[in-house]
T-cell receptor, first 112, second 116 residues
């Protein structure tokens, strides 16, 4: 099975940097994704890691260590609109096929 | 076109009704997914279709019946639902494959289902 953990809530200040951690256990790992979801809306894709290391995409970066079962999402120059739920999702191969499983989600609140 | 389209956007149904949720994508994706999401919870995987065949069923009750008529369409047939089945139902699609293929899942806007 898959077990994916994230902090439930975080609060940060506008303009600051925040790091959201994700730890996971899975079989047949073939990718880790970060999604952003605003209340009442669909998740939107932020980043993808399949190899160890850092992927940078504008204000967002994501890091993966497969040996440690660990990823983080780094958000820089925080804006009020970044207040949302951030979901870590792991793609793993089971006997039936590939499945994308979401972690518990981290509710980020950005304050002035 | 990077859209996944779901209809209807909202649905209210009684416990004895039969209804269907529809999902469509034209990105050539060969993996399609149904997720259920309750308020303040993450999406919970229900079904995965790979190349139009059901590859994963996460022990979903039989009152939910998925169907994949072709590579662009995914349906979820609903029958004899319970009030606790009220949730946002999300459809997603992605490329199939593994390794370095980017299998980013694109999500539809969801169907907000209320069972009365």
């Amino acid at each position: 099975g898959q077990n994916i953990d994230q902090p439930t809530e975080m609060t940060a200040t506008e303009g600051a940097i925040v790091q959201i951690n994700c730890t996971y256990q899975t079989s047949g790992f073939n990718g880790l994704f970060w999604y952003q979801q605003h209340a009442g809306e669909a998740p939107t894709f932020l980043s993808y890691n399949v190899l160890d290391g850092l992927e940078e995409k504008g204000r967002f970066s994501s890091f993966l260590s497969r040996s440690k079962g660990y990823s983080y999402l780094l958000l820089k120059e925080l804006q009020m609109k970044d207040s949302a739920s951030y979901l870590c999702a792991v793609r793993g191969f089971t006997g039936g096929g590939n499945k994308l499983t979401f972690g518990t989600g981290t509710q980020l609140k950005v304050e002035l | 076109d990077t859209e996944v389209t779901q209809t209807p956007k909202h649905l209210v149904m009684g416990m004895t009704n039969k209804k269907s949720l529809k999902c469509e994508q034209h990105m050539g994706h060969r993996a399609m997914y149904w997720y259920k999401q309750k308020a303040k919870k993450p999406p919970e995987l229900m079904f995965v279709y790979s190349y139009e065949k059901l590859s994963i069923n996460e022990s979903v009750p039989s009152r939910f019946s998925p169907e994949c008529p072709n590579s662009s369409l995914l349906n979820l047939h609903l029958h004899a639902l319970q009030p606790e089945d009220s949730a946002l139902y999300l459809c997603a699609s992605s490329q199939e494959g593994s390794g370095l293929v980017n299998t980013e899942a694109f999500f539809g806007q969801g169907t907000r289902l209320t069972v009365v």
